[in-house]
């Protein structure tokens, strides 16, 4: 019998024309969209922040990030509020607007169609890697290199 599980729970958050595929674990809560008190002085893909359990955590538009116009919010929209990844950071839940409700997939390598590792571009944006997940594109985010960017302007406005 086999014990070793080669899938990975994931969390398929749905954009503005394009996916996010992240591990679940990376994923504190999923919260119905509100809109973000902007703060001056940061970039267009920082929305501002949002009151969660307490804290006041920054909001972004991975689309925007990526160079893609922000998108427009529908009734649909979520904030996903992920984990930081960085120890010892300043900055300890970050949230992220999805265009509808995440699911949780089960990925096993028998799913990835294929895969393209980013460019030094599209790495500088906090992505790792695209991969086809049976047929539909997603964008695999380096979640270190995200909070890095996020940390470089939210330094300056917190």
């Not at 703060?39 to 929305?47: A, K, N, R, S, V």
């Not at 922040?49 to 990030?65: H, M, Q, V």
Request: glycine letters at 8%; proline letters at 8%.
């Amino acid at each position: 019998m086999n014990t070793h599980d080669d899938t990975v729970r994931t969390m398929w958050i749905p954009l503005r024309g394009v996916n996010i595929l992240i591990p679940n674990m990376a994923v504190a809560e999923i919260t119905h969209y509100r809109i973000p008190e902007p703060h001056d002085g940061l970039p267009d893909w920082i929305l501002g922040t949002i009151s969660w359990r307490g804290c006041s955590i920054p909001i972004i538009s991975f689309e925007a990030l990526c160079g893609m116009p922000v998108p427009v919010v529908s009734a649909s929209s979520k904030i996903t509020v992920l984990n930081s990844v960085l120890p010892g950071s300043q900055m300890p839940f970050y949230g992220l607007v999805s265009g509808d409700i995440p699911r949780l997939v089960r990925v096993d390598r028998t799913m990835i169609n294929d895969a393209l590792e980013a460019d030094e571009e599209d790495h500088a944006h906090g992505m790792l890697c695209r991969v086809l997940v049976q047929g539909q594109e997603a964008i695999i985010p380096d979640p270190a290199q995200l909070q890095s960017l996020l940390g470089k302007y939210w330094g300056k406005a917190a």
